[in-house]
């Protein structure tokens, strides 16, 4: 009898350790599937800001060759820096 015990027993150990690992294999996948959603968030951010940039790139771009017009001008371009600042009520 003894001996059909201590089956019983090795058979509930088992179980609980089948139980434990399961739960923490379910922990697992949970936290690989929040660090997957993080890192998609992240490629996300990190797209816009590569927008953001190519923008500021291009508008960059625009300011300069405007100030180069500008430069070009007699007067380096203040008769139409005045011009626009009469039209704009600056």
Known sequence: MAADGGCGDSADQYRAEVERLTRELAEAE?????AAECGLVVLEENQNL???YAELQSEQET???ELEKLQEQP???MDVIRRERLLSGV
């Open 75 to 77: 007067n380096g371009g």
């Open 30 to 34: 949970r936290e690989k599937i929040r």
């Open 63 to 65: 300011l300069k060759q």
């Open 50 to 52: 590569k927008q953001q």
